[in-house]
């Protein structure tokens, strides 16, 4: 087993492919706790916040409301702008750069052991 203690030397696609699973987890078992519980539904529901619109809205709702320190806008920025040959063609390339700078600030969050940042994070969401 790989030891990760510093996190930030791992690659962002790293962080950002963690950081998706938490965070959809995290919607997931939120929405399981408000009562829905009919799959069709919950993936509805899922979907406006785990897709790369909804990643993308949110973090430009932490950027603009100036909730991120400095340390988390530079993770952010380094998932941000990790250059890849390709991107969904189901979204335009500003949307899925800064959903994977999203996921990459949760994945960094998460391997770093800051659970009440995370949590922090992920509560100001408002899952509903």
Same mark, same amino acid.
């Not at 909804?54 to 993770?75: C, P, T, Y």
């Given at each position: 087993?790989?030891?990760?203690?510093?996190?930030?030397?791992?690659?962002?696609?790293?962080?950002?492919?963690?950081?998706?699973?938490?965070?959809?987890? @995290?919607?997931?078992?939120?929405?399981?706790?408000?009562?829905?519980?009919?799959?069709?539904?919950?993936?509805?529901?899922?979907?406006?916040?785990?897709?790369?619109?909804?990643?993308?809205?949110?973090?430009?709702?932490?950027?603009?409301?100036?909730?991120?320190?400095?340390?988390?806008?530079?993770?952010?920025?380094?998932?941000?702008?990790? $250059?890849?040959?390709?991107?969904? $063609?189901?979204?335009?390339?500003?949307?899925? $750069?800064?959903?994977?700078?999203?996921?990459?600030?949760?994945? @960094?969050?998460?391997?770093?052991? $800051?659970?009440?940042?995370?949590?922090?994070?992920?509560?100001?969401?408002?899952?509903?």
């Amino acid at each position: 087993m790989k030891n990760i203690e510093d996190v930030s030397s791992l690659n962002v696609i790293t962080l950002a492919y963690l950081g998706d699973a938490i965070y959809e987890v @995290y919607v997931r078992e939120t929405l399981i706790r408000q009562g829905i519980v009919r799959v069709e539904e919950l993936q509805k529901k899922a979907v406006l916040y785990v897709s790369a619109k909804g990643q993308a809205n949110i973090l430009r709702r932490l950027m603009e409301e100036n909730r991120l320190s400095l340390e988390e806008i530079e993770v952010v920025k380094r998932g941000r702008n990790y $250059k890849r040959s390709s991107h969904p $063609k189901h979204t335009d390339i500003l949307t899925y $750069k800064l959903s994977t700078g999203f996921e990459t600030l949760i994945g @960094y969050l998460y391997l770093s052991k $800051k659970e009440d940042r995370l949590l922090e994070i992920l509560n100001y969401i408002e899952v509903k």
